[in-house]
């Protein structure tokens, strides 16, 4: 893909499924990664990882609920890296009940990771962008967003805000040459998903009957998001702003 070669990327919740194959990819395509992860030790073994096989990544533990938190990784990976060009907001957090069996505790946790989270990076992010007049940011949703899901009522609440909040970011910045898109997977073969399902009474059963609804008839593998991710981040979506992709093997197909 065009335009990716040292182009300084974070992304949050980079050790997990989908954020790893996502560094990965983008070390592929020569740019440089910062790994934002609660988890350090996995997120510097994926560093290392990259570092060996001719890539650049850095790891740097974060708490996207934290705004002081943020801005300081952020400052660390300009300082080691240079200019932020681009910022992948992936890391999220999920539980699979009724909304009347749920608690506010674990609403606020939801709101938290999924919505404030990003706002706290988009936040420490794009003044540099807007400085540079230039920039690219993706923001995973999820299809529970677009049309809804059972037990997931908050975290669907959340993904919709960020829907709308995309949408608002990339007509207010789109005079200064940012573009920001938004990637909806469908079910994907990941630790979230497996949280998820444990949540319910059968979790074979339920994983069974995702992978039924999906019309490509497989779950979704980190790959398959990583792939659109990089895409939206590269010279070759330069013309693309303020828009959301479904990537879900055809489950959700909606206009």
């Known amino acids: 893909m065009k335009g990716l070669k040292d182009k300084v990327v974070i992304v949050t919740g980079g050790a997990g499924?989908?954020?790893?194959?996502?560094?990965?990819?983008?070390?592929?395509?020569?740019?440089?990664?910062?790994?934002?992860?609660?988890?350090?030790?996995?997120?510097?073994?994926?560093?290392?990882?990259?570092?060996?096989?001719?890539?650049?990544?850095?790891?740097?533990?974060?708490?996207?609920?934290?705004?002081?938190?943020?801005?300081?990784?952020?400052?660390?990976?300009?300082?080691?890296?240079?200019?932020?060009?681009?910022?992948?907001?992936?890391?999220?957090?999920?539980?699979?009940?009724?909304?009347?069996?749920?608690?506010?505790?674990?609403?606020?946790?939801?709101?938290?990771?999924?919505?404030?989270?990003?706002?706290?990076?988009?936040?420490?992010?794009?003044?540099?962008?807007?400085?540079?007049?230039?920039?690219?940011?993706?923001?995973?949703?999820s299809d529970a967003a677009r049309v809804g899901s059972s037990g997931e009522a908050v975290y669907a609440a959340c993904k919709g805000g960020l829907l709308s909040f995309s949408k608002t970011l990339a007509r207010e910045h789109s005079r200064h040459n940012i573009k920001i898109n938004v990637i909806c997977p469908g079910p994907t073969d990941t630790a979230l998903l497996a949280g998820v399902t444990e949540g319910a009474s059968n979790p074979e059963k339920l994983r069974e009957a995702f992978t039924r609804a999906i019309p490509l008839g497989r779950l979704g593998q980190p790959e398959d998001l990583a792939s659109s991710i990089a895409f939206f981040l590269s010279e070759d979506a330069s013309f693309i702003t303020g828009q959301v992709l479904s990537v879900s093997g055809g489950l959700t197909m909606s206009g």
């Open 17 to 141: 499924g989908i954020g790893s194959a996502t560094c990965r990819r983008l070390a592929e395509e020569g740019a440089k990664v910062a790994i934002f992860d609660m988890n350090i030790v996995a997120a510097e073994q994926l560093a290392q990882d990259i570092n060996q096989q001719n890539g650049q990544a850095l790891a740097v533990r974060c708490d996207i609920t934290d705004r002081n938190v943020v801005e300081q990784a952020v400052q660390q990976v300009e300082a080691e890296l240079g200019p932020i060009d681009g910022l992948v907001n992936n890391a999220g957090w999920d539980i699979f009940k009724p909304f009347v069996k749920t608690n506010p505790q674990e609403w606020d946790k939801l709101i938290q990771i999924n919505l404030v989270g990003m706002l706290n990076m988009h936040f420490a992010v794009l003044k540099g962008m807007v400085e540079r007049n230039s920039g690219s940011i993706v923001n995973i949703a």
